[in-house]
């Protein structure tokens, strides 16, 4: 007997273990995320490379190319019909190009563009004395901390202001929160969802600590965002360990159809689904940690505190782009993954939806900063769109990309007319300090009124047709009573808007009060692309009604 | 031994977690805590992992890993930062904003 015959008597071949298939990647589909996280990666380069001087124009040019080459390319996308007829799913099942993606990405990237230029205005804040420095020192300097590091009202601190230093990082962590956000509600498996929920969750925590006033407060906003954030999605992911208990896989169309019960059955699906605990627990965490990204009651604790430390251009652009791509997500998951399951969660969203429009109104009223008062408005609007999530209809779908749309550019516009309201200390956000602002300078104080009557939904402004549209969809849903505590909180909340615009017009201003930098273009193109966008969407809301409506339609 | 032993840690693991996040003063060491209810998600794939004979849940381990790795790097430059500038780390000392 030869040796290799005797050895095959205790010994079998190992099978070739199968090889792992290389994976497709459709890059073309993909483009719009592929470029957008280019560009930020090519920032970071820049930051590394370039001198000092030269690199703000580069990250601004950069930033700003790059938003709109992947603009760019969602338009060529929806246009070769991957929004409706070609509709398909990319990068092996972990990526959906779909209509809502493809609206919500585009969204999200025009948020972002009007975004780098809130961020990059350099005018309001005056530029650091000239102490003994070269004469370069008195260069302009935007909203950002001269040196992150750098310990408040240190002797570090305080040298690099007087050389005139800029955090021009903020730009590609703009980019890499964007790149994130663009994957977040396209993500067709939860892993990817929970990996795009950190890639732009992080880059927003560091950009809360970077203001360049009231540092202390930025870096206290930063903190409580992350650790609430840290816990939220430390939740979200439990629930996905849960749910990928449940069904054996984390693909979306996997657990819908291990919920419907479509699935091939093996012994392990035999056992786990046989508990419902792992998937209404597993549900409810995951939901937990998306309604915490959109700020709804009783997982909004954050939003007030973060959104008045934070710096308000980063607000601004955390208040619409976070709501848009949680929203999305939100859809996605309700809509794809959970259609089976919606008489156990529809009850809950009910309640969710309820306390979000109320307590967010309510609150609101009592408060007495500018940008508290906009971050509890924006708790209220995250309820109204709830009432649209709720619907369970396509209309529902339609309207709530319709309604984040119009909502995310009047928060824009909104939180970049607070950043010119400024006084010795910075900006000035306490709403006594407005008093009068009308008066002093006329044409700020309307257009800040002209975002109010549009968060409060009044006719003619964008706010009202997605009020509309979404009140609409939510009735013809069989949520009635949604409907009738969304008119109530409506008429709540519209009390403290005109309340502050009857604030800005009909009372004395004080002789001590803030003045109204004149911004540069920067700032000037981002309110007059979020005026126009509310008075377009207001007055001719048909066709981007309609868009949203052939966007309206999931993949799965 | 029966998998769901695993389970039943991973969960008891996650409510430590989640208790200390509540309970503790110290941003440290509630991110710590932070830290293990991620490692009680990582227990919990991989048992499911072993269960369901695929190896996604693994797979989805090193993500986590990959991810909480990251978050540590953002969050103890955030909390070294307040430190630093308020000589203290303690999450109820940080209230200069209220209603």
Redesign the interface.
């Known amino acids: 007997m030869s040796a290799s015959s005797v050895h095959s008597l205790w010994t079998t071949a190992a099978p070739v273990a199968d090889k792992f298939p290389t994976p497709h990647i459709e890059y073309a589909q993909l483009s719009p995320v592929l470029i957008v996280m280019g560009a930020a990666a090519l920032g970071v380069l820049v930051e590394a490379f370039l001198p000092r001087r030269s690199r703000y124009t580069a990250q601004v040019g950069l930033a700003a190319v790059g938003l709109a080459a992947a603009f760019a390319a969602i338009v060529a996308l929806a246009d070769k019909g991957y929004g409706s007829t070609k509709a398909h799913i990319a990068a092996m099942g972990a990526v959906a190009v779909d209509g809502p993606a493809l609206f919500l990405q585009g969204t999200i990237l025009l948020v972002g563009f009007v975004a780098i230029f809130t961020f990059a205005e350099r005018r309001l804040d005056p530029p650091p004395s000239y102490a003994g420095g070269t004469p370069n020192s008195r260069q302009p300097v935007d909203s950002f901390a001269a040196q992150?590091?750098a310990?408040?009202?240190s002797e570090q601190e305080k040298a690099a202001v007087r050389a005139g230093f800029t955090s021009t990082e903020v730009f590609p962590l703009l980019m890499f929160a964007v790149g994130g956000m663009l994957i977040f509600p396209a993500a067709n498996d939860l892993?990817t969802l929970?990996?795009a929920l950190?890639v732009f969750s992080?880059p927003l925590?560091?950009l809360c600590?970077l203001a360049r006033r009231n540092?202390?407060?930025s870096?206290?906003?930063?903190?409580?965002y992350?650790?609430l954030g840290?816990?939220s999605s430390?939740?979200l992911?439990?629930g996905?360990?849960?749910l990928?208990?449940y069904a054996?896989?984390?693909s979306y169309s996997g657990i819908s159809a291990v919920i419907d019960g479509t699935a091939p059955m093996?012994p392990?699906?035999a056992?786990?689904t046989g508990n419902d605990a792992l998937l209404l627990i597993g549900l409810a965490m995951v939901v937990m940690g998306l309604l915490f990204k959109v700020g709804a009651v009783p997982f909004h604790m954050w939003t007030?505190?973060v959104y008045?430390?934070a710096p308000t251009p980063v607000t601004g652009f955390m208040a619409s782009a976070t709501k848009v791509a949680a929203f999305g997500a939100l859809l996605r998951l309700l809509y794809v993954v959970l259609p089976g399951m919606r008489w156990d969660w529809r009850p809950v969203m009910w309640g969710v939806a309820i306390l979000t429009m109320l307590a967010g109104a309510v609150i609101a009223v009592?408060?007495t900063d500018v940008k508290r008062l906009l971050a509890y408005s924006s708790i209220a609007h995250a309820g109204f769109i709830l009432a649209g999530v709720i619907a369970t209809t396509p209309a529902g779908i339609s309207s709530v990309l319709f309604y984040l749309a119009a909502y995310s550019f009047v928060t824009l516009g909104a939180f970049a007319v607070v950043t010119l309201v400024r006084d010795a200390g910075g900006e000035a956000t306490h709403l006594s300090r407005w008093a009068g602002l009308g008066r002093r300078s006329p044409l700020v104080a309307a257009v800040f009124a002209v975002f109010l009557l549009a968060f409060a939904g009044i006719p003619l402004t964008s706010g009202f047709a997605g009020k509309f549209a979404v009140f609409q969809a939510a009735a013809a849903g069989g949520a009635m009573p949604l409907v009738i505590v969304g008119v109530i909180s409506s008429a709540i909340a519209a009390f403290f808007y005109v309340r502050v615009i009857v604030l800005m017009f009909f009372s004395e201003p004080k002789p001590d009060g803030p003045t109204v930098a004149v911004p540069s273009v920067m700032t000037s193109t981002a309110i007059a692309v979020g005026v126009a966008v509310t008075l377009v969407l207001g007055l001719a809301p048909q066709y981007f009604l309609d868009l949203a409506d052939k966007a309206g339609v999931f993949v799965r | 031994m029966n998998p769901a032993n695993y389970l039943y840690l991973s969960a008891l693991l996650f409510t430590i977690g989640a208790a200390g996040v509540l309970i503790r003063r110290n941003a440290i060491v509630v991110f710590m805590c932070v830290e293990l209810m991620l490692n009680a998600c990582n227990l919990a794939f991989v048992t499911f992992s072993r269960l369901h004979g695929n190896l996604d849940g693994q797979v989805i381990a090193f993500f986590t890993m990959v991810v909480a790795a990251a978050e540590v790097v953002v969050g103890l430059a955030i909390i070294v930062s307040i430190f630093r500038s308020r000589h203290s780390a303690s999450v109820d000392d940080a209230n200069l904003m209220k209603l």
């Open positions: 992150g590091s310990v408040p009202g892993l929970f990996v950190e992080l925590y560091i600590a540092r202390l407060m870096q206290e906003a930063a903190v409580k992350f650790l840290a816990f430390a939740f992911l439990f996905i360990a849960l990928y208990g054996g896989t984390v093996t392990a699906l056992d786990t007030p505190d008045q430390g009592t408060q």
